[in-house]
Nanobody
Framework: QVQLVESGGGLVQAGGSLRLSCTAS????????MAWFRQAPRKERELVARISRNGTPTFYADFVKGRFTISRDNAKTTGYLQMNSLTPEDTALYYC????????????WGQGTQVTVSS
C-alpha cells in the first residue's frame, strides 16, 4: 500500500496555470503506475491522465490533450500534473491514484485537491 497526498490546487482565472503534486509514502513509489482523476459537482469521476512506472508511456483524456502534462520524479516519490490554459470546465476535485498493475483498478487514492477556475 502507498499513501498519497495531493497539493497545489487553488483558485485561478481562466487561461491560467496550476501544477498539482502527489507525494507518496509507504511502499516504493517506482513500483506503481499512477494517474490523475477529477470529479466535478454532480458529475462522474473521470480519468484525466496516467503515467507508467518509469514515466513512459503516458495517456491523456481528449479534453486535456495539449493543455495538461503528467510527469513523475521517482527519486522524490512525487507525481505531477501541470495544467495550462485552464477553463471553468476544469473546475473539480482532483485526485491522484496508484496501482501496482498496468491495468485494472487503482487501489490507492489521495484525499483530493480542489481546483477552481473563474471566468
Amino acid at each position: 500500500q502507498v499513501q498519497l497526498v495531493e497539493s497545489g490546487g487553488g483558485l485561478v482565472q481562466a487561461g491560467g496555470s496550476l501544477r498539482l503534486s502527489c507525494t507518496a509514502s509507504g511502499r516504493s513509489f517506482s513500483d506503481y503506475s499512477m494517474a490523475w482523476f477529477r470529479q466535478a459537482p454532480r458529475k462522474e469521476r473521470e480519468l484525466v491522465a496516467r503515467i507508467s512506472r518509469n514515466g513512459t508511456p503516458t495517456f491523456y483524456a481528449d479534453f486535456v490533450k495539449g493543455r495538461f502534462t503528467i510527469s513523475r520524479d521517482n527519486a522524490k516519490t512525487t507525481g505531477y500534473l501541470q495544467m495550462n490554459s485552464l477553463t471553468p470546465e476544469d473546475t473539480a476535485l482532483y485526485y491522484c491514484a496508484a496501482r501496482l498493475t498496468t491495468v485494472g483498478t487503482y487501489a490507492d487514492w489521495g484525499q483530493g485537491t480542489q481546483v477552481t477556475v473563474s471566468s
